[in-house]
T-cell receptor, first 112, second 110 residues
Framework: TQLLEQSPQFLSIQEGENLTVYCNSS?????LQWYRQEPGEGPVLLVTVVTGGEVKKLKRLTFQFGDARKDSSLHITAAQPGDTGLYLC????????????FGTGTRLKVLA | DTGVSQNPRHKITKRGQNVTFRCDPI?????LYWYRQTLGQGPEFLTY????????KSRLLSDRFSAERPKGSFSTLEIQRTEQGDSAMYLC????????FGSGTRLTVV
C-alpha cells in the first residue's frame, strides 16, 4: 500500500508556466520533505515542512503542508528548463513505523 | 565530510554472482537507510539502522539481501546470487534531522 500518492505523475509544460504538484495521504505525518532528483543521481533535499498549515518559499518554489498534516503541495512559478526532474515527497508517518517512505513521484519536463 | 558517500557508483555483474555495496553516512548521523529505485519510480524502502541496530526491514529484502552496520558507522548491502530483476539504483541515506542521500550505486545484472 502506497501511503503517499503524488499527482500528477507526469507533467510537460512550457517555460514560464506555473504548476502545482500534490502529495496526499490518509495518514498523518510528523513532517514531510520534498526532493528533486535528476537521472543517475540521488534525491536532493529541497525543503522540510513540519507545522500544519506551514508555507515555505525557496525562490520560485512554494511548499505548503496541509492543516491536518496529511498532504502537501509544491507550486513552481514561471518554470524554467532547469526545473526539469523527478519531484518526490517523503516522510515518516505517525503510525509508529521507522519507515521513511517516498511518494510515487512527479516527473516534470519544462520545455524551452 | 561532504555528505553521504556510496561505492561503487556503477556495478555490472553476471547473474548468479554476489555483490556488495558500501555506504559511508554523514559522520554525526546515527540513522541510516537503504532504498532501491527502478527507472521512473520513487525509492522503495529496504532497511533502516539506528546506530548498529537494524530496526526495520522491508519484505522486499529477500533472503538473498543482507545489510550490516557493524560499528554504527559505514554500512554494507550484499546481494547474493544476483538476478536480472535486481538491476536498479541502490540508494543510501543518513539522517539526524533531515534525511540526506548519497549518489547511489547503479547495479546492472547481465
Amino acid at each position: 500500500t502506497q501511503l503517499l500518492e503524488q499527482s500528477p505523475q507526469f507533467l510537460s509544460i512550457q517555460e514560464g508556466e506555473n504548476l502545482t504538484v500534490y502529495c496526499n495521504s490518509s495518514s498523518v505525518f510528523s513532517s514531510l520533505q520534498w526532493y528533486r532528483q535528476e537521472p543517475g543521481e540521488g534525491p536532493v533535499l529541497l525543503v522540510t515542512v513540519v507545522t500544519g498549515g506551514e508555507v515555505k518559499k525557496l525562490k520560485r518554489l512554494t511548499f505548503q503542508f496541509g492543516d491536518a498534516r496529511k498532504d502537501s503541495s509544491l507550486h513552481i512559478t514561471a518554470a524554467q528548463p532547469g526545473d526539469t526532474g523527478l519531484y518526490l515527497c517523503a516522510g515518516i508517518s505517525s503510525s509508529g513505523t521507522y519507515k521513511y517512505i517516498f511518494g510515487t513521484g512527479t516527473r516534470l519536463k519544462v520545455l524551452a | 565530510d561532504t555528505g553521504v558517500s556510496q561505492n561503487p557508483r556503477h556495478k555490472i555483474t553476471k547473474r548468479g554472482q554476489n555483490v556488495t555495496f558500501r555506504c559511508d553516512p554523514i559522520s554525526e548521523h546515527n540513522r541510516l537507510y537503504w532504498y532501491r529505485q527502478t527507472l521512473g519510480q520513487g525509492p522503495e524502502f529496504l532497511t533502516y539502522f539506528q546506530n548498529e541496530a537494524q530496526l526495520e526491514k522491508s519484505r522486499l529484502l529477500s533472503d538473498r539481501f543482507s545489510a550490516e552496520r557493524p560499528k554504527g558507522s559505514f554500512s554494507t548491502l550484499e546481494i547474493q546470487r544476483t538476478e536480472q530483476g535486481d538491476s536498479a539504483m541502490y540508494l543510501c541515506a543518513s539522517s539526524s534531522a533531515s534525511v540526506l542521500f548519497g549518489s547511489g550505486t547503479r547495479l546492472t545484472v547481465v
